[in-house]
């Protein structure tokens, strides 16, 4: 049974992109506030505590769950099939018969190579199920694995 | 690696360009051909055009395929790169459209769809069709073996069958004749109470109206022929889609040609089929003709039409059609049949409407015309629903043969014959209300498997019949 989990290179990004994300909201709400919505202090309050809320969601959720999704995910490859373990509060998992997958697709973003922002998308019938934030190496390892396992598949039938 | 065809890059610029370029060339003309003034005034238009353009080329350049002997290979997209690789054995449907304009230019739409499709994430759709050239398109059918067998089976829909198909398929024609007649008996009741506020309306609509000369019907005729045009435009569609309609049985599966204007061309994996509908309204029962539908990834909801197999034909011709094209697919008799028929929920409506109508227009007696009128409208429309459900009772029931399922049910108005394999089969369920306890009856659904499960609902099932079935 081999293991995989999710890439700490793929994590700094995220944060980077949330980071620019909330700091983008904040100046726009600061915007709003003291420049279009001026006279209105009933509103202003409002918004502010609507902003505080937000800003206080964001830390937590970037420096506590975020971080503690990121270390709860792992991809489990055994003979006949794949499990995929995630979540915080809810624990998943899902189980996927290799027998059972049509076709594989990767997903990579060349100009953040070394981000390893590459995710393996694995079609089942009926169904896509995604492996996100692998590394380069893992993203390469998986798909060999996965294509050998059809081909042996199909040399038996 | 090879490229698309170019034409694709027409089809990536999409609408806007057009709506920008059209008006820039026409800008030569206004400031008579004087060439230094027309770009003082539109070079940022050309600036987008141009983006629009290049964006559009590099779209084309960066999607690139390769096909060999046992899978072919795609690989889209420059910034968000996506490869994959779909060997030919997990192939469901192969399907090849030549719309109007692009056979001068020799390109083929292509889409490859396996039991992972699901027709209904619309960018799925787009994302997978691949435009090739005609050389390409040879090559794909030559790669995947798609060889026709030495007596080949055809079935050609004739023209009668397919006109007969459209117009009963045509998603309008049903409710067309209800609504008109509601519409027009309707609006002559209302109108004396609602002219005054509607007379605007009116007035614009029968300025159009050439024919409509009395106000009180000329709203009401309006929508009638709105409805009558949509319905032809729908009969239209579905009778062109479906011309020259015809499969071929091949050792591997299934070819279905059909289209007029745009031509379309199936490869149907046999061991794919999820299952066979043959589907009857009430009139196609008492004409004893079926019309017939596979279920298989990919087929006809790709193009958005319908999965059609035999538009329409006589029940004898169906069952021999689908001996030959498809001989795993028999039909058995019902060991099982229904012990009830679900009568109960039209026969309430139609004692619900009739004391509600007579209720209500007791206590609104200004408003009695027209609750009498809805009243009689509603109440033909379940008094149909009753008929079909008391002739559902008589038909309904489960069959068993050595490799299949033969499961035949009611659904709203129609009629379903469904022939599963038990392949194809992901599970049943038996589900029991109160009431079902008490008479002994059983709901019996089939999920099979395909895009998503899908499940077949036969209800009023003898219950212990049913079990000793299934153990056995």
Not at chain 2, 88 to 99: A, D, G, K, L, N
Not at chain 2, 102 to 107: D, E, G, S
Request: glycine share 4%; proline share 2%; charged share 20%.
């Amino acid at each position: 049974m081999d293991k995989y989990y999710l890439d700490k290179n793929a994590l700094a990004i995220l944060n980077v992109i949330i980071i620019c994300i909330s700091v983008c909201i904040i100046v726009v709400i600061k915007y709003l506030l003291y420049y279009k919505l001026a006279e209105y202090n009933a509103v202003k309050l409002a918004i502010e505590i609507v902003a505080a809320g937000l800003v206080t969601i964001y830390v937590v959720w970037l420096l506590i769950i975020l971080p503690m999704w990121y270390r709860s995910v792992c991809y489990t490859l055994s003979k006949d099939e794949l499990r995929i373990n995630s979540g915080v509060v809810l624990r998943k998992l899902i189980c996927v018969k290799l027998a059972d997958v049509q076709y594989i697709e990767t997903l990579k973003v060349p100009i953040f190579y070394k981000a390893s922002l590459n995710f393996l998308l694995i079609n089942i019938s009926g169904k896509r199920v995604v492996l996100k934030y692998l590394s380069n190496a893992h993203l390469e390892e998986l798909y060999n694995k996965l294509i050998q396992f059809g081909k042996d598949r199909k040399s038996k039938a | 690696m090879r490229h698309q065809h170019k034409i694709v890059i027409l089809k990536y610029v999409k609408g806007k360009f057009w709506l920008m370029l059209l008006p820039v060339l026409r800008g030569i003309f206004s400031w008579k051909y004087d060439v230094y003034y027309w770009f003082r005034n539109v070079w940022m238009d050309i600036i987008v055009i141009l983006i629009i353009l290049i964006s559009a080329i590099l779209k084309w350049y960066f999607v690139q395929f390769k096909l060999n002997e046992k899978e072919i290979y795609v690989r889209k997209g420059a910034l968000f790169r996506r490869d994959f690789c779909i060997p030919f054995s997990v192939i469901s449907t192969v399907c090849f459209c030549r719309p109007l304009i692009f056979r001068p230019f020799k390109a083929v739409k292509f889409c490859v769809c396996t039991d992972s499709y699901r027709s209904k994430k619309r960018k799925q759709r787009r994302r997978d069709t691949l435009v090739v050239t005609e050389i390409d398109y040879l090559q794909i059918c030559n790669n995947m073996g798609f060889e026709k067998r030495g007596l080949a089976t055809d079935y050609i829909a004739s023209k009668k069958e397919l006109l007969i198909f459209s117009t009963l398929f045509s998603s309008t024609f049903s409710g067309l004749i209800y609504l008109g007649t509601l519409i027009i008996r309707g609006e002559k009741i209302v109108g004396e109470k609602i002219k005054i506020k509607i007379f605007s309306v009116i007035n614009m609509t029968t300025e159009t109206m050439i024919f409509a000369k009395d106000n009180t019907a000329s709203f009401a005729v309006a929508v009638v022929v709105i409805i009558s045009v949509a319905w032809v435009m729908s009969f239209a569609k579905s009778f062109l889609r479906h011309m020259n309609f015809k499969i071929r049985s091949f050792e591997k599966g299934l070819e279905v040609e059909n289209g007029h204007f745009s031509r379309w061309k199936y490869y149907v994996n046999s061991s794919k089929i999820n299952y066979i509908d043959l589907r009857q309204n009430m009139l196609m029962k008492t004409a004893h003709i079926v019309s017939a539908h596979i279920s298989c990834a990919g087929y006809k909801t790709v193009g958005n039409g319908q999965s059609v197999f035999i538009p329409v034909t006589t029940k004898k011709q169906a069952a021999a059609a689908m001996k030959e094209l498809l001989p795993g697919f028999t039909q058995s008799n019902n060991l099982v049949s229904a012990k009830q028929a679900r009568v109960w929920m039209p026969l309430t409506f139609v004692i619900g409407v009739f004391v509600g109508v007579k209720y209500l227009s007791s206590i609104f007696s200004e408003w009695r015309s027209l609750i009498v009128f809805l009243g009689v409208m509603l109440e033909v429309m379940f008094l149909y629903l009753l008929a079909v459900k008391i002739t559902a009772k008589l038909t309904t029931g489960i069959g068993v043969s050595e490799e299949t399922l033969s499961l035949r049910y009611c659904k709203a108005f129609r009629f379903h014959t469904v022939v599963v394999p038990k392949a194809r089969i992901a599970y049943i369920k038996i589900q029991r209300t109160p009431f079902q306890q008490i008479s002994g009856s059983c709901d019996v659904i089939v999920y099979t498997k395909g895009e998503g499960l899908r499940g077949h609902r036969v209800s009023g099932i003898d219950y212990k019949k049913i079990v000793f079935l299934m153990r056995n």
